[in-house]
């Protein structure tokens, strides 16, 4: 079974609108690690935004937050006043334990374009 | 520049021929992560070495080894290529196995093997 779900494809969004991007995961562990990585098309991988499953509060980082509903196992990513370079490919990652050395787990992604 | 260095950038090579992918993860990290992200796919995790030690093996077929050196830099051996194994192919590091785990990994820029 896939532990992380990303479930849009492909998104279009006009210049400075808000985006969603959605993300499901499944996990029996109580201890873990919630990630989202960027992907332009150059193709690094960029660290965007980490929460943890003890984490009360929802994480932020400049226009990227994430929107944590732990019952529902979900770990959106918004991002707010889209530009066009947030154009890219994001992917949704999971670590399972709390142990920084544990692998992490990717979805399959989800490809933004963001329209002038 | 993440830290992490990865060569080749490109290769393209034939099937049934061998390759090695090279990686030096950035200073001071233990711990070397290889991924396959095959054309429109997640990153699929193929296998982790913590200081010169195999500790974690993902989904990563017989025809593909790695190793972690002395060094810490690591290699990704892939021989009797076919056609599918046409990927970009990853390296990250982290700092190895410390609780305090809110960065992700840091990814190298990939090796895009093409084979033909």
């Known amino acids: 079974a896939q532990k992380i779900t990303q479930t849009q494809p492909g998104m279009f969004v006009q210049e400075k609108e808000a985006v969603t991007l959605d993300c499901t995961y499944d996990?029996?562990?109580?201890?873990?690690?919630l990630f989202w990585y960027k992907q332009p098309s150059s193709g690094e991988m960029i660290f965007l935004i980490y929460?943890?499953?003890?984490?009360?509060q929802n994480a932020t980082e400049g226009r990227y937050s994430l929107n944590f509903q732990k019952a529902r196992k979900s770990a959106n990513l918004v991002i707010s006043a889209s530009q066009l370079g947030d154009s890219a490919m994001y992917f949704c990652a999971m670590r399972e334990g709390m142990n920084r050395d544990d692998k992490i787990i990717f979805g399959k992604g989800t490809r933004l374009h963001i329209l002038p | 520049d993440s830290g992490v260095t990865q060569t080749p950038k490109h290769l393209i090579t034939a099937t049934g021929q061998r390759v090695t992918l090279r990686c030096s993860p950035r200073s001071g990290d233990l711990s070397v992560y290889w991924y396959q992200q095959s054309l429109d796919q997640g990153l699929q995790f193929l296998i982790q070495?913590?200081?010169?030690?195999?500790?974690a093996k993902g989904n990563i077929l017989e025809r593909f080894s790695a190793q972690q050196f002395p060094d810490l830099h690591s290699e990704l051996n892939l021989s009797s290529l076919e056609l599918g194994d046409s990927a970009l192919y990853f390296c990250?590091?982290?700092?190895?196995?410390?609780?305090?785990?809110?960065?992700?990994?840091?990814f190298g820029s990939g090796t895009r093997l093409t084979v033909v």
């Open positions: 070495y913590y200081n010169g030690e195999e500790r």
């Open positions: 996990t029996s562990d109580q201890s873990y690690g």
């Open positions: 929460q943890g499953s003890y984490d009360e």
């Open positions: 990250a590091s982290s700092e190895g196995p410390l609780v305090g785990h809110k960065i992700g990994y840091t």
